[in-house]
């Protein structure tokens, strides 16, 4: 089992790349199924999720290469249409191949996805929609089937903007003979670059990054290259290291048009900030200056996915701030862990009142991706070490995420403990 031990109260300095987006990639790496062709995706980030996808790929016969940060995949021979358990199991996110697979195969079996660290993932949106664009679906013993010889296209409209729904239908819906339109769509940057790479692919989608999302389906796709978008919540992440260390740094391979909500915040936190075209500058204030209130929200609104490492970085301002978590409930888990390093948080509900204290180090355990990466950005502005276990759930979305700080300066070490033999240093 591997963990972090982070030295505290050290300045971070310098510069560093964040890496391509982990949730453009994954429904991307579903999209290239529907080429039936070579599509070859850049700046693709080694994580575990990645990972996962790949071996999703090669199940369904597609041939993949991972070299540097380039992956090719060749889906010219993939045929299968059943996805393994451990496979879905292992990703909850892998719900995407449903309608890719589906509507390229003519028919898919998987697994529902169930729930994951931050609770219970419903998809009734996913199958509603599907449902309403003809696909036949049945769910037994835990397991979905998918037919897609009656599917057509059709006028969606959904009951809350899913990320996930509306990546299923769009990759649902491109073959599709006809017009299929999504009203309230989600309009997530990874959205607009899953939809990029489709009309690369020779797919006809109008309204991309809109609430209204209109498809008209093309007998043929073909492969395309593409390069996957910036990491807004690794950004998100390295911004609030720079907060809780009081640090200036710099951010390269940023989107200011993506970050709009999270700089905001920060900025209101006291922290100056500014782009040049594809890079930042974030210098943090002497004292953190706290936020009367930050609601998560679907995009361009505060992501969930940054509400965790903002918390952390708010956990050491002067004064009280106030999150509401309208997403994902579950990302409060961290609340305990963050009081085991003196935090004050009272959490009532959807509702966390944060009261900013000094932070000490102390013995953590990461149980979601984005707390993971929280409990490591409050470790690095406490006072004394911190040691972190469970960092696996932080691989699946930051690749090398001890090198990414200690390129900055910071004190982070990842060690693996060796059965039978006490700790390694790597
Ligand atoms: C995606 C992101 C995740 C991010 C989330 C919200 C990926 C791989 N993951 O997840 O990092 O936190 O968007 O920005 O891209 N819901 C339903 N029924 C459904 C689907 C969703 O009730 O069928 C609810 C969920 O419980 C949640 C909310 O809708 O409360 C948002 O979920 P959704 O936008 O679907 O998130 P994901 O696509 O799962």
């Known amino acids: 089992m591997e963990k972090y031990i982070v030295g505290g109260g050290k300045k971070l300095e310098g510069m560093v790349r964040v890496h391509g987006a982990k949730n453009a990639v994954l429904p991307i790496l579903a999209a290239t199924v529907l080429s039936g062709d070579v599509c070859r995706i850049y ?11 790949i071996k999703i790929l090669e199940t369904l016969g597609c041939r993949v290469l991972f070299s540097g940060s380039t992956l090719t995949v060749d889906a010219t021979s993939a045929d299968k249409w059943e996805i393994p358990e451990e496979l879905m ?63 057509h296209s059709g006028d969606i409209h959904l009951s809350f903007p899913s990320v ?101 915040v920060l900025r209101e936190s006291g922290a100056k900030i500014e782009f040049f ?21 679907v995009y361009p609104g505060f992501p969930t996915d940054s509400q965790s490492v903002v918390m952390a970085a708010l956990c050491k301002s002067e004064g009280t701030s ?18 085991k390093m003196n935090a004050d948080i009272i959490q009532d509900g959807r509702v966390a009142v944060i009261k900013g204290n000094k932070l000490c180090g102390a013995h953590l355990r990461a149980m979601d991706l984005r707390g993971g990466a929280a409990l490591v950005i409050a470790a690095l502005g406490a006072e004394g070490e911190s040691v972190i276990e469970g960092i696996k759930y932080i691989e699946r979305g930051y690749e090398d995420f001890d090198k990414m700080i200690t390129t900055l300066g910071g004190d982070i070490i990842k060690h693996k403990e060796a059965i039978g033999c006490g700790f390694k240093r790597e």
Do not use: W
């Open 277 to 297: 075209k594809d890079k930042m500058y974030i210098r943090a204030p002497q004292k953190i200056l706290p936020v009367d209130i930050i609601k998560t929200q």
């Open 322 to 339: 106030v999150i509401v978590e309208n997403l994902f409930e579950n990302r409060f888990k961290i609340i305990p862990e963050l009081a």
């Open 164 to 264: 996930g729904a509306t990546e299923n239908i769009i990759l649902s819906a491109v073959g599709l003979k006809g017009e299929t339109t999504i009203s309230n769509a989600a309009r997530e940057p990874e959205i607009v670059d899953l939809c990029e790479f489709l009309i690369k692919m020779g797919a006809d989608i109008e309204g991309v990054g809109t609430e209204f999302i209109r498809i008209k389906g093309v007998a043929h796709l073909h492969g395309a290259e593409h390069r996957i978008i910036p990491d807004r919540i690794v950004a998100s992440t390295l911004m609030c290291a720079a907060m809780t260390t009081g640090s200036e740094i710099e951010l390269l391979n940023v989107r200011s048009s993506h970050l709009g909500a999270v700089v905001s």
């Open 89 to 151: 199991r292992e990703m909850r996110s892998s719900i995407i191949f449903l309608g890719a697979v589906a509507s390229k195969m003519g028919k898919a079996r998987l697994c529902a996805p169930g729930g994951c660290e931050l609770g219970n993932r419903p998809i009734d949106l996913h199958m509603k929609a599907l449902r309403e664009l003809g696909m036949t679906l049945s769910e037994e013993n835990g397991f979905i089937e998918a037919r897609a010889d009656k599917m």
């Open 43 to 53: 700046d693709c980030p080694r994580l575990s999720d990645v990972s996962h996808t």
